[in-house]
Structures are given as C-alpha cells and as structure tokens.
C-alpha cells in the first residue's frame, strides 16, 4: 500500500500497518460532541456497487484491511437489512491492536451493528443477535408488525425513528443520545441515499475496485437525487494492488 495524498498531513510511517490506518483515518475532534457519519463503500471502475449480487466481489485484502480498521474506530455500525441477509452480517469484533485505544476512548470493545428495517424480517437465530459483544440495535417504525417487534425486543434494542418509514435523522440522533457519535455506515445503497439524502453524511470512504463489470447493479447510494447536490473534499487517497482507497469529507 502507498498514500498518494495525505492533504491534513497525519502521520503514516507505513500505509499498511493498523496504527498508521488507524491515524490516517482517525475521527475528529468535533465527532466526540455531536455525531459524525461516515459511510464505507466499494464500487467498480464503472460504478456497480456490487458484483453477482455481493459487495464481496469488489473487494480486495487492502479492502478488508481498512474495512476492519474502521469498525475499529467507530462506536456504532448503521447497514440496512437487506444487506444483512445478503452479506450474512456477523457482529463486530474486538481486535487487541484496537482494545487500549478503545478504552482510553471510553468506547466499547467493539462496534455496536445498529440494523435497519421496517419489516423486521431478520433472522434472530444468526450470530449477529446471538454472538455480539454488544446487543445489537434494530432501528424500525411505529408501524413495524406487532408480533416481529416483541421478538426482535427479546435479542436486540428496539429503536423506533419513524411512523411508517425510518427517518434517518432521527436514526442517526437515536443513536447519537446512547453516546454512538462516531458513526459509521456500511449501505447498502438505498439506507446510504436516505442518509445522504437528509444532508447527513459527514464523510465518505469509497474503495474504487480496478474493474468494469457492466450489467446492472447499483450504484453505491440509491433513492431520489437531494435538493442540494453535496460537495465534499479529498482528505486522502491510498493505492495498492490497483485499488484506490478514498476518503472524502463534506465541504465546510
């Protein structure tokens, strides 16, 4: 791996090791005092989201490096549930180069997974809601089926955002009041739109995959275009093996 740019000028004494990773990508101050979302994605050369189906086909071990170096930062991962059943989500683990670093910071030892869905339509029986080391959250809708919700409550925090559909303000606010400010999304494209969407994703980091793949997959948000088109700024970019590894912050 090689840092191409580095414009905050953060100490990288070597791109691949998980303390240089962990510094580049560290969450600002700010984000200890109010939430700050960071969306994590992978897209091909010509924009696909996913390949047969699956995020996995885009990836690459740099890919997974930085991956885990970011549930590694953050207090709460935000997915969506069709991501959940397509990628067979597993919770966050703790990792011992991250478990001082993660105590000092008053943060669990690892990740909570904050799970989106308006159905519950989850599989309670996965590790996911049986293994985490912190109890899985479900955000969902007043108007979630009655029945579903009691069960999802027996294994996970219940989180309503919402009458009919998740408001993704309110989500991301829930999840802020339980002390998760550095926030972290993982799509897939549709939750990634909505939160995009409502003027809330403060930082995008998009693994650009060397491959055109053609066909039909999305793009890595989904949903209508926003009134107010975002622009962001480049904070740095790695390359290894062909990959990029971009890192984007909103503009301001």
């Known amino acids: 791996m090689q840092l191409l740019i580095n414009p905050l000028d953060r100490p990288v004494a070597d791109p691949a090791a998980p303390e240089s990773l962990a510094a580049l990508y560290a969450y600002p101050p700010s984000a200890a005092g109010r939430p700050w979302l960071r969306a994590n994605m992978v897209?091909?050369?010509?924009?696909?989201?996913?390949?047969a189906g699956l995020s996995e086909g885009l990836s690459s071990a740099a890919d997974k490096r930085i991956f885990g170096v970011l549930r590694a930062l953050a207090?709460?991962?935000?997915?969506?549930?069709?991501?959940?059943?397509?990628?067979?989500?597993?919770?966050?683990r703790a990792r011992e180069a991250f478990a001082a670093a993660r105590a000092s910071a008053g943060q669990a030892p690892a990740a909570a997974i904050a799970v989106v869905s308006r159905s519950l339509r989850l599989d309670l029986s996965a590790p996911l809601f049986t293994e985490p080391l912190v109890r899985t959250v479900v955000v969902t809708t007043e108007d979630a089926p009655a029945d579903a919700r009691r069960a999802v409550a027996a294994v996970a925090d219940v989180v309503v955002a919402g009458e009919r559909a998740v408001d993704p303000s309110v989500a991301v606010a829930e999840l802020a009041a339980r002390g998760w400010t550095r926030q972290l999304t993982e799509g897939g494209p549709r939750l990634l739109g909505s939160l995009a969407g409502a003027g809330l994703l403060d930082e995008l980091c998009l693994s650009v995959a060397p491959l055109v793949t053609g066909g039909d997959a999305p793009r890595i948000t989904a949903g209508p275009q926003p009134a107010d088109v975002r622009a962001m700024d480049l904070v740095s970019l790695i390359e290894a093996d062909g990959f990029l590894f971009t890192r984007y912050a909103r503009r301001g």
């Not at 897209?43 to 390949?51: I, M, N």
């Open 43 to 51: 897209s091909s050369l010509d924009g696909a989201a996913r390949l």
């Open 75 to 92: 207090d709460v991962v935000l997915v969506g549930a069709e991501t959940v059943r397509a990628e067979g989500y597993r919770p966050a």
